[in-house]
């Protein structure tokens, strides 16, 4: 009898293993035809929204809360990154005669309004180039991007009063990577001139959406827009859809890859903001295109905003462009132009 019974044991775990496969592979099935009825499904937990930081003269662009915030949301929020006579300084450059604003153009959103818009691509030395060299952005920056990064270009976005165009759902890296920049090491310090909330179509992102990777985008009326299908998916997965309430002079740094849009505005209230887009040193786009190759990044002091040596409003190297004559700009138009 043991001798029988020995022989039955690799049996006996042969039926074991194979119970135990059929039980697994049942499970698998009941998953997968849960999934598709959507009745279950296993989401990632989305972890709650970091707090806004606030600028002081003490502020440390290094912390570790402010990467930690970075890569979990894909964005931080940085109260008072300009201060009101810093500001003051920024809304006088832009709208003075010869300033900013003269280099505006309309960029219709297929939709029947229009957002003006002005772009450069070299900082410059003036007050709106001061703001892109200072230690507040430009070595944030640097520190959310984990390395070395470079002026990519410069805008003014002006959503005047019951004009203002929208911005479809879209990752800015979803334009930039048909400029031949192969990693999404960029992003975006956006500042606001004037109180932005839902009212007067306020920036609204997808909070985390930058770790969805590049999602496909289609050309809409001029814009490229992010993939539907893919949005219903993030949002049916949990990420969270925040409409952004700023100050004036708040700034917001967004990664490359966090989704984005914005309403046309149908309110009373213009929303003018000024973004200035970085890129990493090291991700030297392949190809030359209407933005800047690699050029080092001169730092300036975060006191010559203010400084009254720093001139208002020179033009003088900044590299302003219009998309309706400028010649290297056509071929680009089929990838949408931002």
């Known amino acids: 009898q043991g001798s029988v019974a020995t022989a039955l044991r690799p049996l006996d775990s042969r039926v074991r293993a194979c119970a135990w496969l059929a039980g697994v592979m049942s499970e698998h099935v009941e998953k997968r035809r849960r999934v598709g009825e959507g009745l279950a499904g296993v989401a990632r937990p989305q972890l709650a929204a970091n707090a806004a930081f606030s600028w002081s003269k003490g502020f440390d662009p290094q912390c570790p809360e402010l990467r930690r915030a970075f890569e979990q949301d894909g964005y931080v929020l940085i109260k008072g990154l300009l201060q009101a006579e810093e500001?003051?300084?920024?809304?006088?450059?832009?709208?003075?005669?010869?300033?900013?604003?003269?280099?505006?153009?309309?960029?219709?959103?297929?939709?029947?309004?229009?957002?003006?818009?002005?772009?450069?691509?070299q900082p410059g030395n003036d007050v709106t180039g001061m703001i892109a060299r200072v230690p507040r952005v430009a070595s944030t920056m640097e520190s959310l991007l984990g390395g070395e990064v470079y002026h990519y270009h410069t805008k003014l976005m002006m959503k005047d009063a019951r004009t203002g165009g929208a911005a479809l759902w879209h990752q800015d890296f979803g334009y930039w990577s048909n400029?031949?920049?192969?990693?999404?090491?960029?992003?975006?310090?956006?500042?606001?001139?004037?109180?932005?909330?839902?009212?007067?179509?306020?920036?609204?992102?997808?909070?985390?959406?930058?770790?969805?990777?590049?999602?496909?985008?289609?050309?809409?009326?001029?814009?490229?827009?992010?993939?539907?299908?893919?949005?219903?998916?993030?949002?049916?997965?949990?990420?969270?859809?925040?409409?952004?309430?700023?100050?004036?002079?708040?700034?917001?740094?967004?990664?490359?890859?966090?989704?984005?849009?914005?309403?046309?505005?149908?309110?009373?209230?213009?929303?003018?903001?000024?973004?200035?887009?970085?890129?990493?040193?090291d991700n030297q786009p392949?190809?030359?295109?209407?933005?800047?190759?690699?050029?080092?990044?001169?730092?300036?002091?975060?006191?010559?905003?203010?400084d009254p040596t720093t001139p208002l409003v020179d033009q003088s190297g900044k590299a302003f462009m219009n998309p309706n004559n400028d010649e290297s700009v056509e071929k680009y138009k089929e990838h949408g132009f931002h």
């Open 87 to 121: 500001l003051k300084r920024l809304e006088t450059a832009v709208s003075s005669d010869g300033g900013i604003v003269s280099h505006a153009y309309g960029r219709d959103d297929g939709m029947g309004r229009k957002t003006r818009l002005a772009l450069w691509n």
């Open 179 to 281: 400029n031949g920049c192969l990693y999404p090491d960029m992003g975006t310090c956006f500042i606001t001139l004037d109180k932005m909330d839902k009212e007067n179509a306020g920036l609204q992102v997808l909070r985390g959406s930058h770790r969805l990777g590049l999602l496909p985008h289609h050309m809409k009326g001029g814009q490229a827009e992010a993939d539907q299908k893919r949005m219903e998916w993030a949002k049916e997965a949990g990420f969270e859809h925040v409409h952004l309430d700023m100050d004036p002079g708040d700034g917001l740094f967004f990664h490359s890859l966090t989704l984005h849009t914005s309403s046309q505005n149908h309110s009373d209230r213009r929303r003018w903001c000024f973004l200035v887009a970085f890129n990493r040193a």
């Open 286 to 306: 392949m190809i030359e295109h209407h933005h800047p190759q690699y050029c080092p990044l001169e730092p300036a002091p975060d006191d010559a905003i203010l």
